[in-house]
C-alpha cells in the first residue's frame, strides 16, 4: 500500500517530537498546514453576550427544540484534549431561550444509566410523529464508542434512557445527526479505535475517515475518504447531509437518496478548523462552532489558549456561498469553539473544554 504522505513532508511541532519513542497521547507531528498552526485570529464581537453561569468545563455540542429549548452536551474528556473537570463525569444541560433572562440546568436522567461514565460528545434531537422527543448522544466510555438514545421528559426535566448502540462499524464516533427514532448517520473521525492506531492514521493522513447510516435493520459505510470528518447535520428539507472535516478544513454536502445512501455534491474550503455544524431553520443557514489555530487546541498552554472562531455560511448550495465571521476571541473569553446554535434571534456558543456564551444578536 503507498501512504499518501512521506515522512519528509511532516514537520514536528513539539520540540523533541521522536515519533519512534513518544507517547501517542503527547506526540503531534502534523503537517502545520492541517492544524493551521500559524494562524492569529481578528476579534470580532456580538455586541450583547455573557458567559453561562455552570459552565467552565465544555459544551461541546448544542442543539436547540423548535420550541426553544435547547440541549448542551457537557464535560468532555477526551485522550489529547485538555480538561477543566478531569475527574467530573459529563452530563446533559437545557436551557429555555423563550424565558427572558434563560438559565441552564442539569437534566436529570434516569436511574439504570450509568452516569459515572458519562461522557458525551455529540448530540442530536429527533422528533417523532406523536411528538415524543429523542436525544441522541455519542458517549466514550473509556475507548467505547456507543450512541445512547434518551427520550426527553420535558415535565419532570430529565432523560429516560431507552437504549445503547454499539456498533464494529461505530469505532470512534465524533458527531451525529438523528433521521428516525433508532435511525442516524455518524461521522467516525477516525477508522481505528485504537488510540495508537488512532494516532498513526492522522500522522500518515490516511484519510480513512467516514460517515455511517445505522438504522435497526441496516448499517453501512455511505462516506468515505475524509481526513477527519466531525459535525454532521441533516438540512431543514431532509434532503442533503452536511459534513465537517476538520483537518481538510471543509464541509462537504451531500445528497441523501431514498436508500439513505449519500453521494457528494459540492466541498466548501475554509481556513480553519471545522468542528460542529447546526442549522438554523428559520433561513437554512449553517453556523459552524471553529478551531483557527489546532496547534494551540491540542497542545494546551494557559498563557497562549486556543482561539475561538463561529462563521456563518449562506446558501451553500449556491455557486457562491457567503461566508460571515460572526465571532472571533484569541481564547480571552472564550477557548475552542466547537459549536454555534441560534434560536430567534439568540445565539448560543459551546466550546470543547471550556465556556459556553449566549448572545443577542
Ligand atoms: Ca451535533
Ligand atoms: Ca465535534
Known amino acids: 500500500m503507498t501512504l499518501p504522505i512521506t515522512p519528509v513532508s511532516l514537520k514536528c511541532i513539539k520540540p523533541n517530537c521522536n515519533p519512534a519513542t513518544a507517547s501517542p497521547l503527547v506526540l503531534f507531528c502534523f503537517n502545520r498546514n492541517r492544524l493551521k498552526a500559524s494562524r492569529e485570529v481578528e476579534f470580532t464581537d456580538v455586541p450583547n453576550c ?3 453561569k455552570g459552565i467552565e468545563a465544555g459544551a ?3 442543539d436547540i427544540l423548535p420550541n426553544g429549548l435547547a440541549f448542551f452536551s457537557v464535560g468532555l474528556k477526551f485522550p489529547g484534549l485538555h480538561s477543566f473537570a478531569p475527574d467530573k463525569p459529563g452530563g446533559i444541560l437545557m436551557m429555555d431561550l423563550k424565558e427572558e433572562k434563560p438559565r441552564a440546568l442539569e437534566l436529570r436522567i434516569s436511574r439504570d444509566f450509568n452516569l459515572a461514565s458519562f461522557n458525551p460528545h455529540g448530540i442530536s434531537i429527533f422528533i417523532d410523529n406523536d411528538d415524543t422527543v429523542y436525544l441522541f448522544v455519542v458517549n ?10 434518551f427520550k ?13 448502540i454499539k456498533h464494529e462499524l461505530l469505532p470512534s464516533m465524533n458527531d451525529i445527526t438523528a433521521v428516525g427514532p433508532a435511525h442516524f448517520y ?30 435497526p435493520n441496516e448499517v453501512k459505510v455511505v462516506a468515505e475518504g475524509f481526513d477527519s470528518a466531525n459535525g454532521i447535520h441533516i438540512s431543514p428539507d431532509n434532503k442533503y447531509i452536511y459534513v465537517a472535516d476538520t483537518l481538510a478544513h471543509e464541509i462537504h454536502v451531500l445528497e441523501k437518496h431514498p436508500n439513505m445512501n449519500l453521494t457528494q455534491l459540492k466541498v466548501l474550503k475554509l481556513d480553519t478548523l471545522v468542528d460542529n455544524l447546526s442549522i438554523d431553520p428559520s433561513s437554512g443557514d449553517i453556523w459552524v462552532g471553529c478551531h483557527p489555530n489546532g496547534q ?14 463561529v462563521l456563518r455560511i449562506q446558501n451553500i448550495l449556491s455557486e457562491k456561498p457567503t461566508v460571515t465571521t460572526v465571532y472571533a476571541n484569541n481564547g480571552s473569553v472564550l477557548q475552542g469553539s466547537s459549536v454555534a ?3 430567534d434571534g439568540k445565539l448560543l456558543i459551546g466550546t470543547l473544554f471550556h465556556r459556553a456564551l449566549y448572545c443577542e444578536l
Do not use: M, Q, R
Open 50 to 52: 455573557h458567559l453561562i
Open 186 to 215: 455518524a461521522t467516525n473521525d477516525h477508522y481505528f479505535s485504537d488510540p495508537f492506531l488512532k494516532y498513526l492514521e492522522t500522522y500518515l493522513n490516511l484519510h480513512w475517515s467516514n460517515v455511517v447510516y445505522y438504522s
Open 341 to 343: 446554535s441560534v434560536y
Open 296 to 309: 494551540k487546541l491540542f497542545v494546551y498552554d494557559p498563557n497562549n489558549p486556543p482561539f475561538s472562531e
Open 152 to 164: 426527553f421528559e420535558e415535565e419532570e426535566n430529565s432523560l429516560l434512557h431507552l437504549k445503547t
Open 140 to 149: 466514550h466510555l473509556e475507548f467505547k464508542n456507543t450512541v445512547e438514545i
Open 60 to 62: 461541546g455540542d448544542i
